[in-house]
Each structure stands twice: as C-alpha cells, then as structure tokens.
C-alpha cells in the first residue's frame, strides 16, 4: 500500500532557499515549501523513466505544482488544500496531497512534476494557471499516464493530444466570444476593441486565442498591447487608449495588474467598456480597481439549481480555514481536484488514466463539470457585470447580440 504523503506547509510570497528542504519561516503563515533539488534532465528522465502512477491502491495522491511566482499561486493551493480535507470526511479512500513550488529558469516546472510522479508517486497532477508550466507537466503526463487537470485557458492545452487531459476552466478564445457578445447590441455593429495581454509567452498564447475569438464573431480587434513593453508604461498605455478611444478593452492580466489598470483609465475619463477573464473575480481585482470595478464584464460558468448551496458552503470553509474570501482561481482548483478525487475512486485498482475522457459528470463549485472527449469544459458561459463589489450575472435582456 503506498504511503501517504502530507502536504507540505509553505511560507507565501517568500524566495525559495538553498538546501534539499526549505524551513518553513513562519509556521503560523506558512503554506509552501520551496523544495531545491539537484539539477535533473527531463528530456533524458522521460526517456529511460519507467511508467509512473497509481494503479492497485486505496491511497490516492494528488500532486499541485504552483510555482510561487505566479499571482495565483496561494488560491491554487487553498482550493485543493480544502477539496482534499472535504474528500478525507466522506470515509472513502484518503487522500494526500503533494505540493512542488520552485521559482527558476523554463523547465523548473517540468522538474517538479518528474519528482512527483518519480519520488512522490502521486496519482494524478494539478497543473497551474500558467501555459508553459502546463505543457512541460503534459510532456511527463504523455510520458507517465498520470492524469491531468489543468487550470490553463489556452486553447493549445487540449490540443496537446495527450488523452487523460481534462481543463477546468474556460478557454480563453471561448470567454473572449462571450464578452464580445455581451457587449454588442442588436441595433449596432460591433464594438472596437483593445486588448492589454502579459509580456512573453503567456501573452502570445492570449493574443492568438483573441485573435480567433475576434475572427470567428467578426469583433474588430484593433490593437493587442503586451503589458510593459517597451514605452508601454502605465501613464502611456492610458494615454494611448483614451487617444485611440476604442469601443472597450480586455484587460487579460492578473488581477492585482488588471485593477490598477482599470483604476487609472477610469480616472483618466476612459468611458468605454470594460472586461477579461474568469479569474478577475477576485477580491484583489476589486481591491485595486475601486469605484473602476463597477460595471466590469467577467465570464463564469453558467449555475445550475444547486450550485449556491455548494458555492456557499465552499465560500464558508474557505473563509473559516484562511480568514479571506476565495477567488475564481481557488475555486476553480478545488474543483478540479475533485474531479481528480472522484475520477480516481471510481478507478478503484484501474489505472486512473483507463477513465479518459471522463463521462461522468462533478458537481463542484463553479458549476457541473462536463467534459468533451478532448478534455475541454463544455459548460455554457455567462457573463457577470460588478456591482456594489460583486460580481453578479448580467440581465438577459443585455447579453443578446
């Protein structure tokens, strides 16, 4: 029988140290451990591994792999810390969770995941929100057969070919679809839009799915802006989007970024629309936007007739463990490790991966999850406009093109 690995507490926000074990600085605040490894060769270990995972055991092992650096990175853990503790009440098989969060140079991610399925054994893998993390950790999942499910809304995820693959949260050319729609009305063309992406890959990734959405629905997309290029500053990035006056602008940041941007348009007398993705509700996008907030277009998954109940019992415990108030991306992470927990239980002594693609359904807190048979969500979207703080969904009669 395996053993059962426990989750290893980690210091937020705190630089990895040298050493085969980082000590955790605060044991009051602590929730990651920046764990140093040796130097290791993916491409030489996805060659001459054996395959890895979980068959035959009552133990089920989750692995997360969030790399501190990522804004996210704390809500990631909080939601899947809190999906494992709900599945440890319900008497079923245990389960542990195997937390890997190291800062470094393009292949650290995929270092990490090597040691959970090698070293750690875990069962299946969360991957985080970012692109590049999430392709090195499907190479080892291709290689490995340990499922995967990841919190990345680039369309290339499911098109990676690797097929116990599911994404928890909605693609980005999908959300962008839903915002253009939202936006529009019936007795008027298209709006122009802006958008304002990340620097580096994560922002090409955005800028390609944009770009479809705004093909596919016959939006303008009149100019993408990688945030802090070169003479893109913050005061000449609001400069040129008042001079320019577009229609609305997607702001596809993280959330602290995406509020400091709203804030300043707003003050700079910007009065077009507003939008960006699912993960910007978030009390830190609120925080930073102010007053800019009010009237702010999100996507989320459309409720279904239970969906409160579960949403605010989830909203509680995560209030009640971390004194906060969770974000979509905590949500979206505790969903999907029980989309992982349930999917591995029902395996029993089967390879996880043989349950690919799923054809059951998880009732979680963003909604039911329904998967097609390339891993993509296939829930319908809604969009939520901000009200008094809270986002909420906007009136019917307003999401007609």
Same mark, same amino acid.
């Given at each position: 029988?395996?053993?059962?690995?426990?989750?290893?507490?980690?210091? =937020?926000? #705190?630089?990895?140290?040298?050493? =085969?074990?980082?000590?955790?600085?605060?044991?009051?605040?602590?929730?990651?451990?920046?764990? #140093?490894?040796?130097?290791?060769?993916?491409?030489?270990?996805?060659?001459?591994?054996?395959?890895?995972?979980?068959?035959?055991?009552?133990?089920?092992?989750?692995?997360?792999? !969030?790399?501190? #650096?990522?804004?996210?990175?704390?809500?990631?853990?909080?939601?899947?810390?809190?999906?494992? !503790?709900? /599945?440890?009440?319900?008497?079923?098989?245990?389960?542990?969770?195997?937390?890997?969060?190291?800062?470094?140079?393009?292949?650290?991610?995929?270092?990490?995941?090597?040691?959970?399925?090698?070293?750690?054994?875990?069962? !299946?893998?969360?991957?985080?929100?970012?692109?590049?993390?999430?392709?090195?950790?499907?190479?080892?999942?291709?290689?490995?057969?340990?499922?995967?499910?990841?919190?990345?809304?680039?369309?290339?995820?499911?098109?990676?070919?690797?097929p116990w693959v599911v994404r928890v949260v909605p693609r980005t050319d999908q959300e962008a679809e839903a915002l253009f729609a939202a936006a529009r009305r019936a007795d008027r063309s298209p709006l122009d839009w802006w958008a304002v992406v990340p620097m580096g890959r994560p922002g090409r990734a955005v800028r390609r799915d944009l770009k479809t959405?705004?093909?596919?629905?016959?939006?303008?997309?009149?100019?993408?802006?990688?945030?802090?290029?070169?003479?893109?500053?913050?005061?000449?990035?609001?400069?040129?989007?008042?001079?320019?006056?577009? %229609?609305?602008?997607?702001?596809?940041?993280?959330?602290?970024?995406?509020?400091?941007?709203?804030?300043?348009?707003?003050?700079?007398?910007?009065?077009?629309?507003?939008?960006?993705?699912?993960?910007?509700?978030?009390? /830190?996008?609120?925080?930073?936007?102010?007053?800019?907030?009010?009237?702010?277009?999100?996507?989320?998954?459309?409720? %279904?007739? %239970?969906?409160?109940?579960?949403?605010?019992?989830?909203?509680?415990?995560?209030?009640?463990?971390?004194?906060?108030?969770?974000?979509?991306?905590?949500?979206?992470?505790?969903? !999907?490790?029980?989309?992982?927990?349930?999917?591995?239980?029902?395996?029993?002594?089967?390879?996880?991966?043989?349950?690919?693609?799923?054809?059951?359904?998880?009732?979680?807190?963003?909604?039911?999850?329904?998967?097609?048979? #390339?891993?993509?969500?296939?829930?319908?979207?809604?969009?939520?406009?901000?009200?008094?703080?809270?986002?909420?969904?906007?009136?019917?009669?307003?999401?007609?093109?």
């Amino acid at each position: 029988m395996r053993t059962k690995f426990i989750l290893n507490p980690a210091v =937020e926000a #705190s630089a990895p140290r040298s050493g =085969e074990r980082q000590q955790a600085d605060s044991a009051s605040t602590a929730e990651f451990r920046f764990i #140093s490894v040796r130097s290791r060769c993916l491409l030489a270990w996805l060659l001459l591994a054996p395959l890895a995972g979980g068959a035959g055991v009552p133990q089920i092992t989750l692995g997360l792999v !969030a790399p501190p #650096s990522e804004p996210d990175a704390t809500s990631l853990l909080r939601g899947a810390q809190l999906a494992v !503790a709900d /599945a440890n009440e319900t008497g079923k098989a245990p389960v542990g969770l195997e937390v890997r969060s190291q800062n470094g140079q393009w292949g650290t991610v995929g270092n990490d995941a090597v040691i959970l399925v090698s070293e750690r054994h875990v069962d !299946a893998i969360i991957a985080p929100s970012d692109g590049g993390a999430s392709h090195l950790i499907l190479q080892v999942s291709g290689r490995t057969r340990v499922p995967v499910a990841s919190l990345c809304s680039d369309s290339s995820v499911t098109d990676a070919g690797v097929p116990w693959v599911v994404r928890v949260v909605p693609r980005t050319d999908q959300e962008a679809e839903a915002l253009f729609a939202a936006a529009r009305r019936a007795d008027r063309s298209p709006l122009d839009w802006w958008a304002v992406v990340p620097m580096g890959r994560p922002g090409r990734a955005v800028r390609r799915d944009l770009k479809t959405a705004a093909h596919v629905t016959a939006t303008p997309l009149e100019r993408i802006v990688e945030d802090g290029e070169p003479k893109a500053d913050l005061a000449t990035l609001v400069q040129s989007i008042v001079a320019a006056a577009p %229609d609305g602008v997607l702001i596809w940041l993280p959330p602290s970024e995406a509020g400091t941007l709203a804030a300043a348009l707003r003050a700079a007398d910007y009065g077009g629309r507003l939008a960006g993705p699912a993960p910007l509700d978030s009390p /830190a996008f609120v925080a930073a936007a102010g007053s800019a907030a009010t009237g702010f277009l999100v996507t989320s998954f459309r409720t %279904d007739a %239970d969906l409160r109940v579960r949403a605010e019992t989830f909203e509680k415990q995560f209030q009640r463990k971390y004194d906060a108030k969770p974000d979509f991306s905590a949500a979206a992470a505790y969903d !999907a490790a029980r989309v992982l927990i349930e999917t591995l239980r029902r395996a029993e002594k089967d390879a996880g991966d043989r349950q690919f693609p799923l054809a059951l359904a998880t009732a979680g807190v963003t909604g039911v999850l329904h998967f097609d048979n #390339s891993g993509n969500r296939t829930d319908p979207l809604q969009v939520l406009t901000c009200q008094q703080g809270c986002f909420i969904p906007i009136p019917p009669k307003d999401t007609k093109p």
